[in-house]
T-cell receptor, first 109, second 116 residues
Framework: AQRVTQPEKLLSVFKGAPVELKCNYS??????LFWYVQYSRQRLQLLLR??SRESIKGFTADLNKGETSFHLKKPFAQEEDSAMYYC???????????FGTGTRLQVFP | GAVVSQHPSWVICKSGTSVKIECRSL??????MFWYRQFPKQSLMLMAT?????????EQGVEKDKFLINHASLTLSTLTVTSAHPEDSSFYIC????????????FGDGTRLSIL
């Protein structure tokens, strides 16, 4: 079964602390993994994808096929990082997305 | 950029009426558009995939006669909730992607539908 699991509904940290938002997936094949972010009162937007191997806004995510994980990390959280983060996967054709349930990140000053 | 506009952003109507939601790609041609539904504090659930000029592909459990999807042009897809009932109240979100491999999805702002 195709599934994306984000075990944490809420993650609260203080500014400057490291952040790791967990994402595990189940997929029969080689998926493409994404992280989407939704800031307050804004639309869902792509943060990063594993094939790009980019660092966006200080965030990185490494695909670990052995552990079927795609955790999102940032060494020093900022208040403006507070948002809802969704992990998602699609097949190699990058068609439909399967979303996790999302993790709300709260960064306190 | 890649901007997707969704209209209306919020609609309230009586039970039994039909509601049409529009999804437009403003600055690119979208060969594929997706319609999602999101319940409060839950994830986005894909309802259907819409390809320009062809019938939409519905996900399991989604009634095609209830949720009519039309993708008549490369910049517009519409979702019509027919004979809406209170249980259809939800947040509906569309996304669009360009033609080609590995094209990301760009999301609209969503439409909050409330059926009284």
């Amino acid at each position: 079964a195709q599934r994306v699991t984000q075990p944490e509904k809420l993650l609260s940290v203080f500014k400057g602390a490291p952040v790791e938002l967990k994402c595990n997936y189940s997929y029969s094949g080689s998926p493409e993994l994404f992280w989407y972010v939704q800031y307050s009162r804004q639309r869902l937007q792509l943060l990063l994808r594993h094939i790009s191997r980019e660092s966006i806004k200080g965030f990185t995510a490494d695909l670990n096929k052995g552990e079927t994980s795609f955790h999102l990390k940032k060494p020093f959280a900022q208040e403006e990082d507070s948002a809802m983060y969704y992990c998602a996967l699609s097949g190699l054709l990058a068609d439909k997305l399967i979303f996790g349930t999302g993790t709300r990140l709260q960064v306190f000053p | 950029g890649a901007v997707v506009s969704q209209h209306p952003s919020w609609v309230i109507c009586k039970s039994g009426t039909s509601v049409k939601i529009e999804c437009r790609s403003l600055d690119f041609q979208a060969t594929t558009m997706f319609w999602y539904r999101q319940f409060p504090k839950q994830s986005l659930m894909l309802m259907a995939t819409s390809n320009e000029g062809s019938k939409a592909t519905y996900e399991q459990g989604v009634e095609k006669d209830k949720f009519l999807i039309n993708h008549a042009s490369l910049t517009l897809s519409t979702l019509t909730v027919t004979s809406a009932h209170p249980e259809d109240s939800s947040f509906y979100i569309c996304s669009a992607s360009r033609q080609g491999k590995n094209q990301p999805q760009h999301f609209g702002d969503g439409t909050r539908l409330s059926i009284l």
